[in-house]
């Protein structure tokens, strides 16, 4: 009943920045949490940084420091943004949802394409 809508992703040079965008839609009561994972091709899946409902955030250490997540609860939609963007940092970028309902269910997004390289 949730769908998660990714934008932003693209071709950026190392020491760049882009801004992630992942809008909620469907049956949404409430939002115990939103975050960004992201998985390069061969390796698995890894959290980048969320915020809870309250607002505490938390980031990968490879990212403290350089990324952002922010949520807009009227519109539904949870932001990342990524400056001083290392070829690293070069990954399928996913969305995530748990709402705040029973079974706390998680969504996911069809995930947005990030390319860091010159």
């Known amino acids: 009943q949730v769908q998660l809508v990714e934008s932003g992703g693209g071709l950026v040079q190392p020491g760049g920045s882009l801004r992630l965008s992942c809008a909620a839609s469907?049956?949404?009561?409430?939002?115990?949490?939103m975050g960004w994972f992201r998985q390069a091709p061969g390796k698995q899946r890894e959290l980048v940084a969320s915020?809870?409902?309250?607002?505490?955030?938390n980031y990968a250490a490879s990212v403290k420091g350089r990324f952002t997540i922010s949520r807009d609860n009227a519109k539904n939609t949870v932001y990342l943004q990524m400056n001083s963007l290392k070829p690293e940092d070069t990954a399928v970028y996913y969305c995530n949802v748990r709402l705040a309902v029973i079974g706390r269910p998680n969504f996911w997004g069809q995930g947005t394409q990030v390319t860091v390289s010159s």
């Open positions: 915020i809870t409902s309250s607002g505490s955030t």
């Open positions: 469907g049956t949404i009561s409430s939002i115990d949490a």
